[in-house]
DNA sequence: CCGAAGCAAGAGCACTGCTCTCGTTGGTGT
DNA sequence: ACACCAACGAGAGCAGTGCTCTTGCTTCGG
């Protein structure tokens, strides 16, 4: 794979890359699933059975929006965390600051954001190659909860855990290679799944007429879960 | 509207109700993006223009099952509540009874569930006959905290919410006639939230390779959800 | 310099939601 | 008893979709 791989290959990821962005605009315009295949080639001056050499199927394409929309959600978190100050902050503040950090991703891509947490497209099962960006956030926050652990700044739940969910959750962190104890690693998991839920809820209008001061709701609701994860407040 | 209406509104009725039978099925099979009103029709041996005589459009079918979905699921976590002794179970139990039934519904019927907690499909619109069913689940969730608050076994969350939070919370419980500390309605919300973030991303598979014990992590997490609330377990 | 591979285009298939126009039928007011 | 009208089912048809196949053209590598 050297650097210059003569024009040809060039052409191909650019014109992938042009595919992908107006499938982007598309989605954002209409929802998935108004993306049309068409639409796009011709919104590309291209003819729609050019479109199949750069994507074998409609659900290819949506599985490159799909992986791109989880690495471009994990960078928003990973950004937001770096930028507050990694060394400085609290691992609170760290933790809420990948919270709304995410949260603003999402409401600034509603679509992509429903592309990836909302329902699976039909008869689509997640290749393997969406697994590791998908992780990226729940790695930010895992990461966070791990340098607390180092400096001696968890509080460790006592409440005990079904033997089941810990051991999941021990498993889980020695694939990762993360010495954290199976309660908090457990705790973690719940937390990174009602993140989401907060944040689906309120993308998809469950929120509606219940509450309308969303940031801080969210941004209570993200400090409460870094209290569970055993995160405390230095004072 | 007497009770005999002629034959023909009970045909009416009766055949709407095939139809929407129909396309539950074909829900389940492949999905709500791949619901077809010809498929439907076909398989009912009717044209597919007639079946417009009974939805005027594929959307308002879906905003009928829709509705049917938030019922069922509403109905299941009442009858989930009401099962376990209403009367003598304590307000924690109850609690993670309803959660439980509500994830034994969702786990028989993923598709429909996905449906009302998934992305919004038909292009962003919930009519106002949606809302009320898709409280349903809330409401149980309240009036459980609502008893233990009557009853004197719920303990108000120490820590202070953003006064917009809490202000929003007031005049949600004034809508419903609740009477709730402002913290706790608040508190309420977010549990409702991340309960349903725990279901979607088991059910849309985002728990793959994370934790496998799902009924203990779900319960032990509704257990969590229920403390958040203030309620309280007696010994 | 030539063959092979990559590429774009067009026609075409089977399918979709939806509309319109027919002939028919059932319930109702006179 | 009759006539009328609204509801009904069926069929044809329109515009759009994902996808395949064939046909030429361009570019690259030996």
């Known amino acids: 794979m050297t650097a210059i791989r003569g024009a040809r290959e ?5 014109i992938t890359e042009a595919i ?14 108004k993306l049309s295949l068409r639409a796009v ?3 590309l001056g291209m003819a729609s059975s ?13 599985t490159a929006l799909i992986v791109d929309a989880y690495n471009a959600i994990g960078e928003a ?13 609290s691992p609170v503040d760290r933790w809420t600051a990948i919270c709304t950090g995410v949260r603003a991703w ?20 997640a290749p393997r190659t969406t697994t590791e960006p998908a992780a990226r956030v729940g790695l930010a926050l895992i990461g966070v909860v791990r340098d607390a652990h180092a400096a001696g700044a968890l509080k460790e739940p006592a409440e005990p855990l079904p033997d089941p969910v810990v051991a999941d959750a021990l498993a889980l962190g020695a694939e990762l290679g993360i010495e954290l104890p199976g309660t908090v690693l457990a705790r973690l998991v719940g937390a990174w ?3 989401f839920g907060l944040l689906s809820f309120e993308l998809f209008g469950q929120f ?28």
Not at 10 to 14: G, I, L, V
Not at 20 to 33: I, N, V
Not at 110 to 124: M, T, W
């Open 20 to 33: 992908k962005a107006e499938a982007r605009a598309q989605l954002a315009a209409e929802g998935a699933a």
């Open 50 to 62: 050019a479109l199949y050499r750069y994507f074998p199927s409609r659900d290819d394409l949506l």
């Open 193 to 195: 799944a009602q993140l």
């Open 41 to 43: 080639a011709r919104e």
């Open 77 to 89: 978190a990973e950004r937001a965390r770096d930028r507050c100050g990694a060394a400085t902050a």
């Open 106 to 125: 999402a409401l600034a891509h509603p679509h992509e954001y429903a592309l990836i947490y909302g329902s699976p497209v039909p008869g689509y099962r």
């Open 208 to 235: 509606r007429n219940v509450i309308e001061a969303r940031t801080e709701f969210f941004e209570q609701a993200a400090l409460q879960l870094a209290r569970s994860v055993g995160l405390t407040t230095p004072r």
């Open 10 to 14: 060039r052409a191909r990821s650019e």
